[in-house]
């Protein structure tokens, strides 16, 4: 019976400690999921505290952002199509300009094949040719024609004796090649017109005289036809010059305005970027006030729901707590029991329970006073049932020196 007792009774008490570990730690577990929860509401809605500045900010901004964008990108269109009106307009300058151009150069292809002949057959000439007309004492009509035509271009007296004044001058040939055509004075060009209209002013003629006096006449009526060519030209071509400079002024104006325009746009891309990401944040802060608003919401319910639950958790705990220390008292009681009655009367047994609670609390044992001695006299089958599983349980460990003076007084 004694080791029977001892066998029961470390048994018994595993088995009630475990029973009750598993029950406690359900309470316990409980009521940290209660109190986590009641945490994470608490946090939950210090953030939507912390959330709802930070989306009225981000709103501000937002609605800022879209109304200096508005703007600026109102200005910019604006510039855009001040410049695509400026590009027409040089555009079509710039066509105006390529028109008189090509007519002028039209004009003076007409004549510029003659004179380029005619410069060519001056640098053909060379100072032996020129030496041969001046040797003429009394020239050939068509010879003195000729050379008068080059003094009045020269601005020398047209006769023969200054004709071969002109001739002798080493720089002669240099003079014709590099006679400025394009600004010969009218007064020259009228009495040069004087010789140049003469049906004997005809180059072939003139050769037939002097072969190098035909190129001289050459030059002469080259430089007639292109005064008269050039005087058409002339207009067109100071109308070119001032449509040049202001075509000029007009690239420049559109190059800064087109340099502007393209500052503007890329104020207006990065307005618009940051627009943007003010949207994006503004949008997440919105998801994440709704994520936490609605796990505040179920957190809450949760809370609610179970705060009855959590009091009475707390409560049972508590009662565990202190039921677990009397585990060993009562389980060693019952264990005796279990052992001891089966054989004995009612009276007996009653008797005895009595000593071992007596011998419990004179050493100290923590066990519950209140420990029911309805079924001492009843079946040990009973008795076996009921300490399985009416007795509270923990997990302290057995004291040595309680069991040994247990069992010494057993």
Known sequence: SYLDAIQLY?????????ESNKMRYKLREGIEKLKSTNEIVANLQSSLTLLQPQLNEQQEKTEIFLVQLAKDTKLANEKERTVQEEVKEVNIQADAIKAITKDAEADLAKVMPALIEAEQALKALDKREVSEIRSFN????AVRLVMEAVCVLLNEKPDWPTAKSVLMDIGFLDRLNNY???????????????YTRKPEFEPEYVGQKNLACKSICLWCRAI???????KEVGPKKQKLEDMTKKLKAANKELDQKQKELAETKAKVEKMQQECDETMRKKEELLKDIEMT????????????????????????????????????????????MMSYLGPFTGSYRKEMTGEWMNWIQEFNIPFSEEFSLQHVGGDPLEIRYWTLNALPTDNVSIDNAIMTKLCSRW
């Open 10 to 18: 470390v048994k018994l008490l595993e088995h009630k400690r475990n």
């Open 138 to 141: 009394n020239p050939p009509d």
């Open 180 to 194: 400025d055509k394009e600004n010969v004075p009218e007064s020259l060009l009228k009495k040069l017109r004087v």
């Open 224 to 230: 007639d036809n292109f005064s008269i060519v050039n």
């Open 293 to 336: 608003q609605q796990r505040l919401f179920r957190a809450a319910k949760l809370t609610e729901l179970l705060a009855d639950e959590g009091v009475r958790w707390q409560e049972q705990l508590i009662v565990l707590n202190a039921e677990y220390e009397k585990l060993i008292g009562d389980v060693f009681i019952a264990s005796a």
